[in-house]
């Protein structure tokens, strides 16, 4: 059996989604407020400042716009470095308005953090570092290298050293902290959207294999009249071409593999499209299912499937629903991964509740991991030692998301601990010392309907011949 693989996200394929468009769009934004700012401050505030540069440094910003907007397309995908340059240029070209219209004097030196804060969403640290080092030496220089801002009497609007250094440090404190915060989101928001898709792969596949196996059933039960008409008209032939070895040779071989097929289409799908085992099944017989692929990896599999006490004593049927059988497939290799050499699967039902157990004698779930079992991507840093046994397992908690997920869907609750303390000496230890995890669910959410009393499923229907 292959193993399932999915689709790696990282942070530089990521920085390769910022599409120019958007950044030309926000870029036409701070135009236009940088050109009503400067009508303001003139027209209304009869502000004297160097206006003839200020037009020229938003004009530079219109420019780079039109080439973008005509020497690209307008689907085209920025990367890493694009990405940070453009940022670099909007950063910088709002530094020098700055530098002309009073420097930190000017409330709007603000606006340094938005660069900042879209690196942080969109680029890796690296870059974020880079444009949020690159902010605080402009606004460095701008406390102390400035054009002055005068009114129209020649008055110098400047606030104190004390305040402007107040307002320097806010900046510095703003765009740690805002890069640190939002690339900290980003980054959770981004970590779960690539396991849901994970997920819902690894649940479109077994899904896909479902459907596959009631597509074999159906061709086996639509399949059975042709089979059967062909069987008859053979033999019907063979008769007729007793004179005829050749001839009545061939005719007899006709019907031999008309046989074969339905012998083969039979053993693929006995019970036709019909077939009540393609949607319920023994708990038992579904545990088993989900735990097959794992049970040739050297590792020993106890299954221990019985009644809780005080249960109703019939084993239920249950759905054979995908998330069901792939989430507990994705449980089991978990245990067969970690376990030093024995994996248990419990399985008990009241009439309330079915529980699934399923322990190992490995190390169990690192302690400081244990309260964030069922995240994604969690990357956890591991000795020397424990690196060894599995040099090539690269532990990001992606497979017990998946299954975590799965199963909650069908209603589920999971619950992860360790069979032992990790203090305990070798000798010390039980048999079942390492991680347990049990599945939960109520009766009534995955216990097929007329099939909690176990007495089967009832005759199949047969498959037609004539």
Not at 50 to 78: E, M, S, T
Not at 188 to 207: G, P, V
Not at 409 to 415: D, E, Y
């Amino acid at each position: 059996m292959t193993k399932a693989t999915f689709p790696v996200f990282d942070r530089m394929s990521r920085s390769h989604w910022v599409r120019l468009r958007t950044l030309v769009v926000l870029r036409w934004v701070a135009v236009v407020g940088q050109m009503l700012v400067l009508l303001i401050a003139v027209g209304h505030y009869r502000l004297q400042i160097d206006l003839g540069l200020c037009i020229a440094a938003v004009g530079v910003a219109v420019l780079a716009n039109l080439v973008a907007v005509f020497a690209y397309p307008q689907n085209k995908r920025l990367s890493e470095n694009e990405t940070l340059l453009t940022l670099t240029f909007d950063l910088s070209q709002l530094a020098f308005l700055l530098y002309l219209a009073g420097g930190l004097n000017n409330p709007f030196a603000l606006l340094v953090l938005a660069p900042v804060t879209i690196s942080a969403t969109a680029l890796g640290l690296r870059s974020t570092l880079l444009l949020g080092g690159l902010a605080i030496v402009y606004i460095s220089l701008l406390m102390g290298f400035y054009h002055p801002l005068q009114t129209e009497t020649g008055i110098e609007l400047r606030s104190s050293d004390m305040f402007r250094s107040g307002f320097w440090s806010a900046i510095t404190l703003g765009v740690a902290f805002l890069a640190l915060y939002a690339q900290r989101v980003a980054h959770e928001i981004h970590a779960m959207s690539d396991a849901l898709t994970a997920t819902q792969m690894a649940l479109a596949r077994e899904q896909k294999l479902t459907d596959l196996g009631g597509v074999v059933a159906a061709a086996a039960h639509e399949l059975g009249t042709p089979l059967a008409t062909i069987k008859l008209v053979s033999a019907e032939l063979a008769e007729e071409l007793d004179g005829d070895p050749v001839l009545r040779e061939d005719a007899l071989l006709i019907r031999e593999q008309a046989d074969r097929c339905r012998d083969i289409l039979r053993s693929m799908g006995r019970a036709g499209k019909d077939d009540l085992h393609m949607r319920q099944a023994p708990l038992d017989t579904v545990i088993r299912e989900a735990a097959d692929p794992h049970g040739d990896r050297g590792k020993r599999i106890h299954f221990d499937v019985a009644p809780d006490l005080g249960g109703n004593i019939r084993q239920p049927s249950i759905y054979r629903r995908p998330e069901i059988i792939h989430g507990l497939r994705n449980l089991v290799q978990n245990a067969v991964d970690f376990s030093d050499a024995n994996v248990w699967i419990d399985a008990r039902w009241t009439d309330r509740d079915i529980l699934i157990r399923i322990a190992d004698d490995g190390r169990g779930f690192p302690p400081q991991a244990l309260g964030r079992i069922g995240d994604p991507f969690i990357r956890i840093r591991k000795s020397v030692s424990e690196r060894n046994p599995r040099p090539e397992y690269e532990g990001m908690g992606l497979g017990l998301f998946i299954a975590k997920t799965l199963l909650e869907r069908s209603g589920a609750q999971l619950f992860f601990s360790n069979g032992t303390d990790p203090f305990l000496t070798e000798a010390e230890r039980p048999d079942r010392s390492g991680a347990v995890i049990e599945v939960r669910w109520p009766r009534a959410e995955i216990v097929a309907e007329g099939a909690d009393t176990g007495e089967g499923l009832g005759e199949n229907l047969k498959i037609p011949v004539g």
